[in-house]
Each structure stands twice: as structure tokens, then as C-alpha cells.
């Protein structure tokens, strides 16, 4: 199971997407796809054309939602504490969104994959496994 982050699925839905994804269809078809509300989210807040968002809907009705308790104190702490680490590592600053993602990659011993480099480098030094497409189980 992969968690695939929010960069990965805008060019999977892209009309002319600029990364070669043959990994992602497999993954797909294998049902090996993790996903949260964030992600999901994020998606479904971008531009989309006609047609588009029902196809979205349908794709993430067949993954598995790994969402953390946002609510939880403890969740709320260890998104401000990857923070921390990361400007004492002089990490790129991530947005919410992202320590969210990566928390939940974390939590949930998952491979992430995102394009987004300082998302990468983040979930790296949070001892999160970076897929690599070649990499498919």
C-alpha cells in the first residue's frame, strides 16, 4: 500500500499529464492506494473540468482512508513538533496540509509518493519511506 500524495494525482488527472504514471494505474488496478481527507480535499478544491470530479468521486471510493484524529492533542502536537525539527534541520517550510500528509504516512508505516520536493524531503527526515515507481509490489 502506497499513500499518494495530492502532486501525483493532479497529473494523473491531467489531460496531458508531464510524468510518465504506468506505476499509478497498477497500483490502481491492485487497489494498493492509501489516501486521507486532505488529499482528497485538495484535489476536489482545484479547477476541474466538466465530467472530471464525478471521476475523481468514483477513484477515491475505492481507496483506503487512513485519516488521523485531527481533534486529538497528540496529533495536533506532532504536527507542530515536525515543525520544529524541520527548522532546527533547516528543512523547507511545509505547510499544515503537508505535515498532515507526511504525519499520516508516518503513523501508518506507509511509502509516500509526491512530487513535491519539499514534501519529500520533510517525509525523509520524519523516517518516511519515498516510493519510487519502480519500486511497485
Known sequence: ??????????EFFRAKPTVFLPSLDLLILEREIATCLVIYAEICSG???????????????????IDEDWSMRSARDMISDMAQKAYQENIPACGIVDRMI?????????????LDQKMIQLAKSQGVTIFRPSEVP
Not at 1 to 10: E, G, K
Not at 105 to 112: C, D, G, H, I, T
Open 47 to 65: 479547477q476541474m473540468k466538466k465530467g472530471v470530479k464525478s471521476l475523481v468521486s468514483s477513484a477515491f471510493q475505492s481507496m483506503y482512508f
Open 1 to 10: 500500500m502506497v499513500l499518494v500524495d495530492t502532486s501525483i494525482w493532479i
Open 102 to 114: 507526511v504525519l499520516s504516512a508516518k503513523k501508518n508505516n506507509l511509502p509516500l509518493w509526491s
